[in-house]
């Protein structure tokens, strides 16, 4: 009977693999690429003319040098128009744009402990998918929003593109005065320009973070106001969604504290904002300033048969994994969304009771199974993909959830959840990669669980 059950699942195994319909090995190998530099800080000025779906702009970057002779930098920069680079002195530097990059020729030779600055100046006409520009219609308001993952902030300011370069920011954004923006960080002020009905909001993220998490939102907004102790916590709605948005976003402050003692690390960043935006499904992580589809807000009928608290609990989740520690190539995508898909799952145990969460558990072990059995099956650390999105599959949510359940039980409760803040710890505000967790597992647990990774 023993080698029959054998026989019967390798049979079972050899069916599911026949039905899988799609040979990723055939992708291309992609490797975490090299750098001149590190980018520190973008100061990024818009003027946004929304009527027109068009902006002027401009990023003044500061840069240091990692290695000993830089006089040339290379920046990420597609469908918009450079117009002209000055260095600090505000003295043009030549440049070539093309197949989507920035070419920069610096007015001298720079060493790693030197700090450079320059300004791009440029303009964006046409329509692209990293800042969209909606139109209004029965059910939302016209908006600019932006959906930088993985690598669309390019789109609409020259910048290091990939996530293992963090920099802190500043957003400047000029718009007619009846609409608000949103951006990541503390907003410092809003600047009055009568006489041309406009104003500037001024943003500024302080903390490191990668590219692809920022976030311009800019709408005729309502926004709610809440907070957890001290953090500001807001709601950015539509005008006919503020009284449900209240109820749908209730939980929210309560979902931040949950995950400050579970993870062991205070919330890392100056606020919390979750803004509605037409071109989002579920969500959309952006540092301090999460996306959220039109679904989240319900109606008390649709709240009913319909929650959205796994989908906001995940996205704070990522708050910390994913913004705080960042996945430093996209192969290690699973640091990003296992840990996030793990945690809603924990907030859903915390708040729904065990057997919610057993049930949900199983849902998304079910997911992984689906996709192994029909489409394809992978390693979660994996490096051949022809664009990164293809790396945000099931093996990256569901599967590396139910694999952290596993680890869970190997160490136990108490170890796995100081693993958790020891990594967060240790890595905050840094790109990482699973051999860091794989390191840091060892040193907190003592146990060497390279076979089970």
């Not at 790396?391 to 108490?414: C, E, I, T, W």
Request: hydrophobic share 35%; proline share 3%.
């Amino acid at each position: 009977m023993k080698h029959l059950f054998v026989i019967l699942f390798l049979l079972t195994m050899d069916l599911g693999l026949s039905a899988q319909g799609i040979d990723i090995y055939q992708r291309p190998v992609n490797l975490e690429p090299d750098r001149d530099f590190d980018a520190i800080h973008y100061r990024v000025k818009l003027d946004i003319d929304i009527d027109g779906k068009q902006l002027t702009g401009q990023n003044t970057v500061i840069l240091t040098p990692l290695r000993s002779n830089l006089n040339k930098v290379t920046l990420d920069a597609v469908s918009l128009v450079v117009t002209d680079v000055l260095d600090s002195k505000g003295i043009p530097l030549s440049y070539k744009q093309g197949e989507d990059k920035l070419h920069i020729n610096l007015s001298g030779t720079y060493s790693h402990k030197d700090t450079v600055k320059f300004t791009v100046k440029y303009y964006l006409a046409e329509q692209v998918s990293g800042l969209k520009f909606i139109d209004k219609t029965e059910t939302n308001p016209l908006q600019v929003s932006s959906d930088c993952f993985p690598d669309q902030a390019r789109q609409w300011i020259p910048c290091y593109d990939y996530p293992h370069d963090k920099v802190t920011q500043e957003m400047i954004v000029t718009v007619d005065n009846n609409y608000k923006v949103l951006s990541n960080g503390k907003l410092l002020g809003i600047t009055e320009d009568q006489e041309n009905g406009k104003h500037t909001y001024h943003w500024k993220q302080s903390k490191p973070h990668s590219t692809y998490l920022i976030n311009l939102s800019i709408a005729d907004y309502t926004v709610i106001e809440d907070s957890l102790g001290a953090l500001p916590v807001n709601y950015w709605v539509y005008k006919r969604h503020e009284q449900d948005a209240k109820r749908s976003f209730a939980k929210t402050p309560y979902m931040i504290d949950f995950f400050n003692r579970i993870y062991g690390y205070e919330y890392p960043w100056e606020k919390y904002d979750q803004v509605v935006s037409a071109h989002q499904g579920g969500g959309a992580e952006a540092t301090s300033a999460t996306l959220l589809g039109e679904g989240a807000v319900t109606t008390k009928q649709e709240e009913i048969d319909f929650s959205f608290e796994g989908i906001i609990a995940h996205e704070i989740a990522h708050q910390w994994w994913g913004d705080l520690i960042t996945l430093r190539s996209w192969e290690h995508s699973w640091m990003n969304e296992s840990f996030a898909t793990y945690s809603d799952y924990l907030y859903k145990r915390y708040d729904w009771g065990e057997d919610e969460a057993a049930f949900d558990l199983l849902r998304k072990k079910n997911a992984y199974l689906r996709e192994a059995h029909t489409r394809y099956m992978r390693p979660i650390v994996f490096n051949q993909y022809e664009n990164p999105g293809q790396n945000f599959d099931s093996h990256a949510y569901p599967k590396g959830a139910n694999v952290l359940h596993m680890l869970r039980f190997v160490l136990g409760d108490d170890t796995f959840f100081r693993v958790l803040s020891e990594f967060l710890h240790r890595f905050e505000f840094q790109a990482v990669s699973t051999q860091d967790f794989m390191q840091c597992v060892k040193d907190v647990s003592g146990m060497n669980l390279d076979l089970f990774f």
